[in-house]
């Protein structure tokens, strides 16, 4: 059973950058699809970013492509979401998960989930 646990969550003002980590255990990471969620409150859990196990391959929601960058480094277990020009609607709860279908954006395709990092952007 893989588990994940996020960081690098916190206060920031609108316009500046976050990084976010994701770290696994109980796995082989190198052979996991990956991404990022968040949820606001009072909102569902809305896909982000996700990764293909090669690292190559990623994708994006269209609220958060050209400002966020999605990455892993298998020899750290770790995945990474480079969050830049942040916004106050980008406030939210951000998990990580594992993918178990690749290219997916559905919840219900992912699995392991985090108990996730908090980012709040001031205006």
């Known amino acids: 059973q893989v588990r994940l646990v996020e960081s690098g969550g916190g206060l920031i003002q609108a316009g500046g950058s976050l990084r976010l980590s994701c770290t696994a255990s109980g796995g082989t990471f190198s052979n996991l699809g990956m991404g990022w969620f968040r949820q606001a409150p009072g909102k569902g859990r809305e896909f982000v970013a996700g990764i293909l196990r090669d690292g190559i391959n990623k994708y994006y929601a269209d609220a958060v492509k050209g400002r966020f960058t999605i990455s892993r480094d298998n020899a750290k277990n770790t995945m990474y979401l480079q969050m830049n020009g942040l916004k106050p609607e980008d406030t939210a709860l951000y998990y990580c998960?594992?993918?178990?279908?690749?290219?997916?954006?559905?919840?219900?395709?992912?699995?392991?989930w985090g108990r996730g990092t908090q980012v709040t952007v001031s205006s």
């Open positions: 998960a594992v993918a178990l279908r690749p290219f997916r954006t559905s919840t219900t395709d992912f699995g392991s």
